[in-house]
């Protein structure tokens, strides 16, 4: 616990000693240093280059190239270096108001002045920070908000957030804290784009289906208060920010239909926010997420599989009859099977698509998309290959039992499917002890 703390204390430190020169910088050279930063941050981050690479390259109607996905890519990691670079100039300055503005705020201030809560909807574009700050210079509010291990760096990030007399709600509380707030006729802002595959609700973000919590639609319902869409665009000198129409609730309608339509409505207005300058928007988090962490180990657990089958007509026959077990673990994501060209009609698994190949060559495609691979032939070189791209994981089946050989009795040992369970899957789940 208390080297923990330590750990923390140095951290912590060691960011508003290296960050503090950026209080008194104007927003230019911020945003100069953030380019700068960012485009270091692509390069060595790994992990989250290749989540970007592949959510961008997910986002099947963006319908990106690959030079324009890679310059996509490298303006995130930019945004998000100048987001990180501005807190201590946002908390420094007091006023902020010519650095930002609403373009819009008359209707939201004449609902809030009618004693109507309000629910600001919005997502991680720009920097998401500046709409609490906009928004509590005029009304009273509350927004939902995410702790980080490091308290010391969190009450920081806090004190930023809460300084125009706003409140920060843990997501713990956020139902009954958000209720209470909405009833008295304060706002609620919610940052809505985030994966959550254990809500029961989709969107097609993008063309591509999307988990995305309800809470802003059940709210609404629930307290008979319109949702608003915020829009952060940044600009020279600081940032706009502008609130869509209200979408408001129609009670003599059923609450499961409502929720639906409100939460395809907001969404709609996000993606097309986000079309507008997809540079601006968080492609590091897993907006497509499908899994919830129940079953398989977080390592394994991805949203776009790719499962290349062998050509080898023993090897492809065996393969193909353990492919049900795959689809079980991963019942909800994206998989594309690499399949012999002469098997291509071979009756196998449901799956988002089916590819043919005439060789092994043709098998390394120019993919970003794949974050999990399992190579099921013996070419060696489609592990390099498909690493290079966005695959954290690319897995042979000696990978596969070597996972799984302390968990495996002697009859079971080369059953494909109860290796691919033990290997990927936790014990309980699955598979049984």
Not at 2 to 27: C, E, H, N, Q
């Amino acid at each position: 616990m208390r080297a923990g703390l330590v750990k923390d204390k140095i951290v912590y430190y060691s960011i508003r000693l290296a960050t503090l020169p950026f209080s008194w910088m104007p927003f230019s050279w911020i945003r100069w240093i953030g380019k700068k930063a960012g485009w270091v941050a692509f390069y060595f981050m790994e992990t989250y280059r290749k989540r970007t690479l592949s959510n961008l390259a997910l986002a099947k109607d963006l319908a990106l190239s690959p030079k324009e996905l890679i310059a996509t890519a490298k303006q995130s990691f930019q945004n998000l270096a100048i987001n990180c670079l501005e807190y201590p100039k946002l908390a420094h300055k007091r006023d902020l108001s010519r650095a930002i503005r609403c373009e819009n705020p008359e209707e939201a201030e004449a609902l809030y002045q009618k004693g109507y809560g309000i629910i600001f909807f919005c997502g991680h574009q720009a920097n998401w920070e500046v709409l609490f700050l906009d928004g509590t210079t005029r009304m009273k509010g509350v927004a939902i908000g995410k702790s980080i291990k490091n308290k010391l760096l969190y009450n920081w990030i806090l004190q930023i957030r809460e300084k125009n007399g706003g409140k920060i709600i843990s997501q713990r509380n956020a139902v009954r804290e958000g209720l209470r707030a909405l009833r008295k006729g304060i706002f609620l802002g919610i940052v809505g784009d985030q994966g959550m595959p254990d809500s029961g609700y989709s969107f097609p973000f993008f063309g591509r289906r999307a988990w995305t919590s309800t809470a802003p639609a059940l709210l609404a319902y629930k307290t008979q208060s319109p949702i608003l869409f915020a829009e952060t665009r940044r600009v020279p000198g600081g940032y706009r920010i502008r609130y869509s129409d209200p979408i408001w609730p129609d009670l003599s309608e059923p609450l499961e239909k409502e929720v639906v339509r409100m939460m395809d409505a907001s969404l709609d207005l996000l993606e097309k926010s986000i079309k507008n300058s997809p540079g601006e928007w968080l492609w590091q988090h897993n907006r497509w997420k499908q899994q919830t962490p129940q079953i398989v180990y977080k390592r394994f657990r991805h949203d776009c599989i790719c499962i290349i089958l062998p050509e080898e007509k023993t090897a492809f026959e065996e393969a193909a009859r353990h492919l049900p077990a795959l689809k079980l673990i991963y019942p909800l994501s994206f998989i594309s099977l690499l399949i012999p060209a002469k098997y291509i009609s071979f009756p196998l698994i449901d799956a988002d698509e089916k590819i043919s190949y005439a060789c092994l060559a043709d098998a390394h495609l120019p993919d970003y998309r794949f974050k999990l691979v399992f190579n099921f032939t013996d070419c060696l070189t489609l592990k390099r290959h498909y690493k290079k791209y966005s695959a954290f994981e690319v897995l042979s089946l000696s990978d596969l039992k070597q996972l799984a050989a302390p968990l495996l009795s002697p009859e079971i040992e080369n059953n494909f499917s109860e290796i691919f369970k033990r290997a990927l899957c936790r014990s309980g789940t699955l598979w049984n002890k």
